[in-house]
């Protein structure tokens, strides 16, 4: 059993970062793939980065890459999304999820533990 808390998120404008962070309890979360997926409004929630249980395998979606950086410190139960030039389309509620293996999936349907989402808007 995982519980998962996200946190960091806000108003921000275009070209600007934010951090998102996720507090994990219980016992798995050392040994779960952690992942950060957004929703919009609208829209099918969506993948957006993972990491693995060593924090050694990291997975992005496309539209992030080079610009998001996703990270976990075992023993702080927690994992982190830095988000950097960060651009309207980034808005929406962002989920921190748990799966609780090393298999390091990015489909939605394979993460069971899920936070309550922390929203983020880009807008001047």
């Known amino acids: 059993q995982v519980q998962l808390a996200e946190s960091g998120g806000g108003l921000v404008q275009p070209g600007g970062s934010l951090r998102l962070s996720c507090a994990a309890s219980?016992?798995?979360?050392?040994?779960?793939?952690m992942a950060w997926f957004r929703q919009s409004p609208g829209k099918e929630r969506e993948f957006v980065a993972l990491i693995n249980w060593s924090g050694v395998t990291s997975d992005y979606e496309d539209s992030v890459k080079g610009r998001f950086i996703i990270s976990r410190d075992n023993a702080k139960n927690t994992v982190s999304l830095q988000m950097n030039s960060l651009k309207p389309e980034d808005t929406a509620v962002y989920f921190c999820?748990?799966?609780?293996?090393?298999?390091?999936?990015?489909?939605?349907?394979?993460?069971?533990?899920w936070g309550q989402g922390t929203q983020v808007t880009v807008s001047s």
């Open positions: 999820a748990a799966h609780p293996s090393n298999a390091a999936p990015r489909g939605r349907t394979w993460y069971i533990y």
């Open positions: 219980g016992r798995s979360f050392s040994t779960s793939t």
